[in-house]
């Protein structure tokens, strides 16, 4: 119910500025003579506030259809908000439970994270082995029409609303990739996407291999898990951390997998405007890993925790980072409930590494700039080869995972490289 708000020259026409807000709704607050408003000594902007006032009135009246006070309000507060940054956003009950599902891990859907680039929807990054990996959707990806909706105007959760569905069901994404003149239409099924975060395998016999493809509530449980996995047989000679296309997640999770590799020294520290907001993050004694020779994979799809994760690393100089640029995402969002099973999630931070650096629309630059490719042999000449002389023996067929894994290095010139480097640093140590 909308408070009554007294007439011009009776007694309470000297409304505080802060009461006046709340009663904005009556359109008898444009009859408020502006002098008298003004008097009020407050911080409010007494003019914008009746600006408000008056086209919230002018909507109500004119639009061609009729539209109720508690969508007019709620639309008011999401432009708010979005307005602000890419990253804030007001989360009514929907909102909240999608949150809920991406930090544990289970949602129904085609498998992509999207944000906000210069007002575009735009892939962050495609989740491992979801229909939007398998059908080859890239970071930086814009998305033009979402089915037969236009992208252009639609808010994150609005778009994030129309890509989740029921698991069987179909959507058409439109997509412009970057370098190409027209888009391209792509056709997904929508999966019950559940996530596992981490998983591991030996790349060689010493060589690990630890993909993190987001940050969960219990990533960091999870790397200490595969990180005994690959030790459980001899110690690892050296280890690759893919954060490749990994969009980020929760804060406590990165410092986790951060802290598996440090004994101790700053992981990372935040800067905002209120008391609250400032926080830091240091490791602690008894790493799960902390001398094992170490290379992190970044791209421009690495954002938020996994840029949180190579910069403290990279600071530490206890890993060589390697890759392309990444996505520069370094502020902090904070979930603020507003009593009523709804919220907002505010930027209220910036992160910064160890050193001091800020993430923010920077990134992480690797230490090594290695860019996406596959490995190409080319022989300009014939020459003889075992093969070729007569009675030469026969050679034995590998082992089907050995082949699979070399056409996979063949694949991924990046870890291939990182699996060079790492063999480097261990002729290195020996020396």
Do not use: C, W
């Not at 600006?51 to 539209?67: D, L, Q």
């Not at 989740?164 to 970057?178: A, Q, V």
């Not at 001091?356 to 014939?382: F, L």
């Amino acid at each position: 119910m909308t408070p009554a708000l007294p007439m011009p020259g009776r007694a309470g026409l000297a409304l505080s500025p802060r009461r006046l807000l709340a009663s904005l709704l009556p359109v008898a607050l444009l009859a408020l003579p502006l002098p008298a408003i003004g008097a009020v000594n407050d911080d409010l902007p007494i003019e914008e506030i009746q600006t408000f006032a008056e086209v919230f009135e002018r909507i109500k009246r004119a639009y061609v259809e009729e539209v109720d006070d508690a969508t007019l309000l709620r639309n008011a507060m999401r432009g708010m908000l979005s307005e602000l940054d890419p990253h804030s956003t007001f989360l009514d009950r929907e909102a909240f439970q999608s949150l809920r599902e991406s930090t544990q891990g289970e949602f129904g859907g085609v498998g992509i994270e999207v944000g906000l680039e210069d007002g575009q929807l735009t892939v962050i990054t495609p989740i491992d082995d979801t229909p939007a990996s398998r059908a080859g959707l890239q970071a930086r990806d814009q998305i033009l029409r979402i089915d037969d909706t236009p992208t252009e105007g639609l808010s994150l959760q609005e778009a994030v609303n129309l890509m989740r569905g029921e698991p069987g069901t179909r959507i058409e994404l439109t997509i412009l990739r970057r370098g190409e003149s027209s888009p391209r239409t792509v056709t997904l099924t929508r999966e019950a996407i559940r996530t596992e975060s981490v998983r591991s395998e030996l790349l060689e016999p010493g060589y690990g291999y630890l993909r993190i493809s987001q940050f969960q509530t219990r990533t960091g449980d999870q790397v200490s898990e595969q990180l005994r996995r690959l030790e459980r047989d001899a110690p690892l000679s050296g280890l690759v951390l893919d954060l490749r296309n990994n969009p980020g997640g929760v804060l406590q999770a990165a410092v986790a997998v951060a802290d598996a590799f440090l004994d101790d020294g700053l992981i990372v520290y935040t800067e905002g405007r209120l008391s609250d907001t400032e926080m830091q993050f240091s490791a602690s004694p008894g790493s799960a890993a902390p001398e094992v020779p170490l290379v992190v994979l970044i791209n421009g799809g690495s954002a938020s925790a996994a840029e949180i994760v190579a910069g403290a690393l990279q600071d530490q100089r206890r890993a060589v980072v390697m890759g392309t640029e990444s996505f520069g995402k370094g502020s902090v969002q904070q979930i603020m409930p507003l009593g009523n099973g709804e919220g907002l999630k505010l930027t209220t931070a910036l992160y910064y590494t160890p050193n001091g650096r800020s993430i923010q629309a920077r990134g992480i630059e690797p230490d090594v700039e290695v860019v996406r490719g596959r490995v190409e042999v080319t022989e300009t000449g014939r020459e003889v080869r075992e093969a070729d002389l007569e009675g030469h023996l026969r050679s034995r067929e590998a082992p089907r995972e050995r082949a699979e894994l070399s056409e996979r290095l063949r694949e991924d010139y990046q870890l291939g490289e990182a699996l060079n480097l790492l063999k480097a640093l261990n002729v290195l140590s020996r020396r």
